[in-house]
């Protein structure tokens, strides 16, 4: 039975930096098999949210609590992945050296054994097929044996992707993932998202408007630490506070 239910949901969260408050009292909560999309403008607190659920910042006020009731407060960068949580940060990090394949066996297999072990090591039947499976989702299988640094930035961003969903995260973290790339590139990146929205949970921070249209059922925005609108696309669009907070008297679709 599919859980139901919030997966992570972050409360009266505070991180200060020497005064200055990245999140300020932040109140966030995502669904289970969730694709939430995060907005705002440089500066919000964006990445500092991402920092926070993934344990690279200690918040000083507030509860993150993962699943039922599991706080990731005090815990380790390595014990919240574990946990199942992934993030995919902005810039692709890759073995460039090696292939496609290698890539996703090496993380299939977990960084803690080392490049070397996995590369000497051979992948059981069952690693193959999800290794293949993985390669048909993120539209690589006629690449698997190209050298990781041979692919397009856009490839690259997938193939990160599915390096991360081989660890089997029950919630992924996505930091402006398509930056850089082709119109082609972010379209089909969009479909990527949304496919894994079927078996993850998922929060995309973007700047992109056109993208977070495309993917979004619900977009949270945020300003100053805090957030200032919640809700489908057209909700968040017309909201005069967002619209004052970007743009001015400019179109949103520019964000």
Known sequence: MAERGSIIYL?????E???????DNLNFIVDYYELRVVIGPNGAGKTTLLDVISGKVKPVAGRVIFGKDTDLIGLREHEIAQLGIGRKFQAP??????????????SLRRPSKGVFATLLGKSTPAERERIGETLETIGLKDKAYLRAGAL???????????????????????DEPVAGMTDRETEQTGVLLKSLADKHAIVVIEHDMEFVRQIAHIVTVLHEGTVICEGPVEKVQADPRVVEIYLGHHKIAHV
């Open 11 to 15: 409360e009266g969260v505070t991180v």
């Open 152 to 174: 397009s930035h856009g490839e690259k961003q997938w193939l990160e992707i599915g390096m991360v969903i081989l660890q089997d995260p029950a919630l992924l973290l996505v």
């Open 93 to 106: 990090s890759i073995y460039s050296n090696l292939t496609v394949w290698e890539n996703l066996d090496l």
């Open 17 to 23: 930096y020497d005064g200055f408050k990245a999140l």
